[in-house]
């Protein structure tokens, strides 16, 4: 309900300033401030108007400590998340680290286990890259026919997208002198449950950085603080936070997180271990479920799309339930492994309308339907939902997950 | 050679070896940060366990002493027989994963009882994890393998038996195929 009255406000409010254009030369604009403002300060926030936040659902059997927040991303705009507002998924709550007592340790199959400081880490050569983060189990309600929440966050919420500024793990291990037959890496945190991935070597030595910095500031404790592991593209799960150690080994480790959990169930029982890439994905976050148009006329559509395997080459619109589909402008920056903002004027008849987006990158692949993961994966998979997000729009503007049947 | 001869070319052998002098702090070689961790430092967090065992901490338990810990510390999440939650369910599911409602538990899913061992030590209690004893750790493993009838009550289970107890979906687990949909090339 807000947040159809905020999408009509904003229309309203672009007529406003049409109005104040037109007015005559000289008069003072009535809403002007003349009282003096807030002074400077050490460390700012928004608006006291603005209220975009993350969601979590309070009212589950599942502790807060283990749970996940979305991001609003019909309340963000562009390609980065705010730190603020980046989605949060703990296994055992977000400890409170001291960066000054806090250590790295490399060890295992190396020629030099080493530990680091934090400050020396931060001497090493750094690297700094825009990159999106996703939990593997975003999107997950969809795999039984969509859920009832209709909203964007509450579907999709759990990615989002940072700068994130450390040193390449592939270093750090040179320095270790890591031996050949080191083919996995356990990374592992200091929280409660000593949250441990095992990861293959390959990645480590590819793109895998030791992230210490995020959004041109230190990670926020949700995010990892001190330091975590940052995977390019890979599922969230195994971007593992308040990283304390990374052991070399010649096998995966099968931790929990990577039998039990992080696996994904197939029709006929076999369940795939180690899915870390997160697949071709876009969703149209504006207008978007909840949303409420304002009758007939031309809107702007907007939203993300990304893929942990490269760059978005394309993304194209249907407003027709996918009879045809139209190229959307892609905006700038458009960067590899990381969310890229599309939009499209579309001028609605005020009629009933399916509209939904679907991206290709530059391996060629397209996203595909929902229908089509669900063929090949079954319903059961629950992880690792890429497929296309259909949004309804009723005659009287409403706007629903048109996902539902 | 002379001395000074013999003494420089050990001192270049020194610089040029990587190995260092025994006892002293190593860094790492190109940039001269970080140190060699203590032995204290690494028995204290290298605490993973492997499927062949590797890990496994010197100490039993059985189902019989298991029951009681699991009584006491487990039973409030898990339920009184491992199948009621409100928390992770452990029990049953056996021949459900092809189902249309799959039950995942240790005994249907998991494919590694050392998994169970290396995430009681890690995470439970979840709200006091690290609080169980070794003994406590294998008695409560050996309890929850019981109910899903796995193993004995009074099977012993160690550093030795543990890793040999085959989980009913070892082999249930395959690589990703992914792309694993058409792929729509323009």
Same mark, same amino acid.
């Not at chain 1, 969509?146 to 509450?154: E, H, I, P, W």
């Not at chain 2, 590797?54 to 699991?70: C, F």
């Given at each position: 309900?807000?947040?159809?009255?905020?999408?009509?406000?904003?229309a309203?409010?672009?007529?406003?300033?049409?109005?104040?254009?037109? #007015?005559?030369?000289?008069?003072?604009?009535?809403?002007?401030?003349?009282?003096?403002g807030?002074?400077?300060?050490?460390?700012?926030?928004?608006s006291?108007?603005?209220k $975009?936040?993350?969601?979590?659902?309070?009212?589950t059997?599942?502790?807060?400590?283990?749970?996940?927040?979305?991001?609003?991303?019909?309340?963000?705009?562009g390609?980065?998340?705010?730190?603020?507002l980046?989605?949060?998924?703990?296994?055992?709550?977000?400890?409170?680290?001291?960066?000054a007592?806090?250590?790295?340790?490399?060890?295992?199959?190396?020629?030099?286990p080493?530990?680091?400081?934090?400050?020396?880490?931060?001497r090493?050569?750094?690297?700094?890259r825009?990159?999106?983060?996703?939990? !593997?189990?975003? !999107?997950?309600?969809e795999?039984?026919?969509?859920? *009832?929440?209709?909203?964007?966050?509450?579907i999709?919420?759990?990615t989002?997208?940072?700068?994130?500024?450390g040193?390449?793990?592939a270093?750090l291990?040179?320095?270790?002198?890591?031996?050949?037959?080191?083919?996995?890496?356990?990374?592992?945190?200091a929280?409660?449950?000593?949250?441990?991935? !095992?990861?293959p070597?390959?990645?480590?030595?590819?793109?895998?950085i030791?992230? @210490?910095?995020?959004?041109g500031?230190?990670?926020?404790?949700?995010?990892?603080?001190?330091?975590?592991l940052?995977?390019?593209?890979?599922?969230?799960?195994s971007?593992?936070?308040?990283?304390?150690?990374?052991?070399a080994?010649?096998?995966?480790?099968?931790?929990?997180?990577?039998?039990?959990?992080?696996?994904?169930?197939?029709?006929?029982?076999t369940?795939?271990?180690?899915?870390? /890439?997160?697949?071709?994905?876009?969703?149209?976050? #504006?207008?978007?479920?909840?949303?409420?148009l304002?009758?007939a006329?031309?809107?702007?559509?907007?939203?993300i799309?990304?893929?942990?395997?490269?760059?978005?080459?394309?993304?194209?619109?249907?407003? /027709?339930?996918? *009879?045809?589909?139209?190229?959307?402008?892609?905006m700038?920056?458009?960067?590899?492994i990381?969310?890229?903002r599309? #939009?499209?004027?579309?001028?609605?008849?005020?009629?009933?309308?399916?509209i939904? !987006?679907?991206?290709?990158?530059?391996?060629?692949?397209?996203?595909?339907?929902?229908?089509?993961?669900?063929?090949?994966?079954g319903?059961?998979?629950? @992880?690792?939902?890429?497929?296309?997000?259909?949004?309804?729009?009723?005659?009287?503007?409403?706007?629903?997950?048109?996902?539902?049947? | 050679?002379?001395?000074a001869?013999?003494t420089?070319?050990?001192?270049?052998?020194?610089l040029?070896?990587?190995?260092?002098? $025994?006892?002293?702090?190593?860094?790492?070689?190109?940039f001269?940060?970080?140190?060699?961790?203590?032995?204290?430092h690494?028995k204290?967090i290298?605490?993973?366990?492997?499927? /062949?065992?590797?890990?496994?901490?010197?100490g039993?338990?059985?189902?019989?002493?298991?029951?009681?810990?699991?009584t006491?510390?487990?039973?409030?999440?898990?339920?009184?027989?491992?199948?009621?939650?409100?928390?992770?369910?452990?029990?049953?599911?056996?021949?459900?994963?092809?189902?249309? #409602?799959?039950?995942?538990?240790?005994?249907s @899913?998991?494919?590694? *009882?050392?998994?169970?061992?290396?995430?009681?030590?890690?995470?439970?209690?979840?709200?006091?994890?690290?609080?169980?004893?070794?003994?406590?750790?294998?008695?409560v493993?050996a @309890?929850?393998?019981?109910?899903?009838?796995?193993?004995?009550?009074?099977?012993?289970?160690?550093?030795?038996?543990? %890793?040999?107890?085959?989980?009913?979906?070892?082999?249930?687990?395959?690589?990703?195929?992914r %792309?694993?949909?058409?792929?729509?090339?323009?």
């Amino acid at each position: 309900m807000q947040r159809s009255r905020r999408w009509f406000l904003r229309a309203s409010a672009l007529w406003s300033s049409a109005l104040v254009a037109c #007015r005559g030369k000289g008069e003072a604009p009535a809403a002007e401030p003349r009282a003096l403002g807030a002074a400077v300060s050490p460390y700012g926030s928004r608006s006291r108007f603005e209220k $975009a936040a993350r969601f979590f659902n309070q009212n589950t059997k599942v502790p807060l400590e283990e749970a996940s927040s979305r991001t609003p991303l019909h309340d963000t705009y562009g390609i980065i998340t705010p730190s603020s507002l980046h989605f949060e998924r703990h296994h055992s709550g977000v400890p409170e680290i001291d960066p000054a007592t806090h250590t790295l340790t490399i060890h295992g199959l190396v020629d030099r286990p080493l530990e680091f400081t934090i400050d020396e880490l931060k001497r090493l050569p750094s690297v700094s890259r825009i990159h999106f983060l996703e939990c !593997s189990g975003n !999107s997950g309600s969809e795999w039984r026919g969509g859920s *009832a929440d209709s909203d964007v966050q509450r579907i999709h919420g759990l990615t989002s997208c940072s700068e994130w500024t450390g040193v390449p793990l592939a270093l750090l291990l040179r320095e270790c002198g890591l031996r050949p037959e080191a083919t996995w890496i356990l990374a592992e945190g200091a929280d409660a449950s000593k949250h441990a991935r !095992s990861i293959p070597i390959r990645k480590c030595l590819a793109d895998a950085i030791i992230a @210490y910095g995020q959004n041109g500031e230190p990670l926020r404790p949700e995010q990892g603080y001190p330091i975590r592991l940052f995977l390019p593209g890979w599922e969230g799960n195994s971007n593992v936070k308040w990283l304390r150690r990374l052991e070399a080994m010649d096998q995966p480790a099968m931790t929990r997180e990577e039998t039990s959990k992080y696996t994904d169930l197939m029709a006929d029982g076999t369940a795939r271990q180690f899915t870390f /890439d997160m697949e071709p994905k876009s969703l149209i976050t #504006r207008p978007s479920g909840g949303d409420t148009l304002g009758g007939a006329g031309v809107y702007e559509l907007t939203g993300i799309a990304w893929s942990g395997r490269g760059a978005i080459t394309r993304v194209e619109i249907t407003v /027709d339930g996918g *009879a045809t589909w139209q190229a959307a402008e892609l905006m700038t920056p458009v960067l590899p492994i990381a969310h890229t903002r599309f #939009r499209w004027s579309w001028k609605w008849d005020g009629r009933d309308a399916l509209i939904a !987006s679907r991206c290709a990158d530059d391996t060629g692949y397209t996203q595909p339907p929902l229908p089509e993961l669900i063929k090949v994966r079954g319903m059961n998979s629950q @992880y690792h939902n890429n497929g296309i997000q259909a949004w309804k729009v009723a005659s009287d503007g409403k706007i629903t997950n048109g996902n539902r049947g | 050679m002379g001395i000074a001869g013999r003494t420089a070319a050990a001192l270049t052998l020194a610089l040029l070896c990587t190995a260092p002098l $025994a006892g002293s702090p190593e860094q790492s070689p190109s940039f001269a940060v970080g140190h060699t961790p203590s032995p204290e430092h690494l028995k204290a967090i290298d605490i993973e366990v492997t499927p /062949d065992g590797k890990g496994l901490a010197p100490g039993s338990g059985n189902a019989a002493a298991g029951k009681d810990v699991y009584t006491r510390r487990c039973e409030t999440c898990h339920g009184l027989t491992g199948k009621e939650g409100p928390q992770d369910i452990l029990v049953g599911g056996k021949g459900s994963l092809a189902s249309e #409602r799959p039950l995942k538990t240790v005994g249907s @899913y998991w494919p590694y *009882a050392t998994t169970l061992w290396d995430y009681i030590r890690r995470a439970m209690p979840f709200d006091h994890p690290g609080t169980l004893t070794v003994d406590e750790i294998y008695g409560v493993t050996a @309890y929850v393998l019981f109910m899903n009838g796995i193993v004995g009550e009074n099977d012993t289970l160690n550093q030795t038996t543990l %890793p040999q107890v085959k989980m009913p979906n070892r082999n249930g687990f395959v690589a990703d195929p992914r %792309p694993d949909v058409p792929v729509h090339r323009k």
